[in-house]
């Protein structure tokens, strides 16, 4: 064996308990830096040559962090990682307000599918929490559009000054929307600590009674500013319904 290949053997031999720690610990490094990203991938029908906008919540401000053009169905962003609670907000104008998709990617992977002419029925997936939040959007679904399909008859009725009727399926509608909100309440008693759960419940919590409300909140352990946003709501009901008192 020559002298060099024997030498350097006698010299790797010991070194191999030394180099297998630095090499895990680079490794494990490696994963760190990949950690500090995240890719949004949007898979979305008829939105050949969009430009799409990924904007962050900063709160009170919104900033326009990534852009892509679609190429077929398909555009794909990049993130740096940010506060796991943070909100991310998709437009098709820099300028949208209301035709909009929020999500919350917890510094995950994400996976967006969607129609572009449908935006409200988008879904996304990639953590534990919007995987199960969006699935339980489509089981609750078929009830929602039930609902909305008595109110829409309703309104028709009451147009055609058809009282009878619209007071009928006025009150059809209330025990639709009743049912559903008890579904909802269930799923956000049970997902309390979901980011998604709580930024969903803090824009519905005037449809539910303050009561019902208050009893999903005692069991968030999570703190959050959509936390704090229905604790606030709940703070100024209960002003509100407390008697003036009276001083002498």
Known sequence: MPFKIYHLIIIVKPMKKLL?????????????????????????DNADGQTVYLHKDFGLVEMC???AVFEGNKAVM????????????????????????PFFPENHDVTIT????????????????????????????????????IVYD?????????????????????????EYNAILFEYYKQHSNDIICQYDLSRKKKDFDPMV???????????????????????????????MQIVE
């Open 65 to 67: 962090i990534d852009s």
């Open 213 to 243: 409300l208050k009893e999903v909140v005692e069991t968030m352990t999570v703190e959050s500013v959509y936390k704090k946003e229905i604790e606030k709501y709940l703070e100024e009901i209960e002003d509100y319904d407390m008697p």
């Open 20 to 44: 297998l720690p630095i090499v895990a610990a680079l490794l494990i490094l490696c994963g760190c830096n990949k950690s500090k990203q995240f890719i949004v991938t949007l898979n979305i």
């Open 114 to 149: 969607g129609d572009y002419n449908e935006i409200y029925h988008w879904e996304a997936t990639g953590t534990p929490a919007m995987d199960a939040y969006f699935a339980f959007s489509r089981e609750i679904l078929p009830l929602e559009n039930a609902t909305m399909a």
């Open 154 to 178: 309703m309104y028709a009725a009451y147009d055609e000054n058809d009282t009878v009727r619209g007071n009928e399926l006025y009150r059809k509608a209330e025990a639709s929307m009743e």
């Open 78 to 101: 990049t993130v740096i990682c940010d506060d796991p609670q943070t909100k991310y907000i998709v437009k098709f104008d820099k300028n949208e307000l209301c035709n909009v998709f």
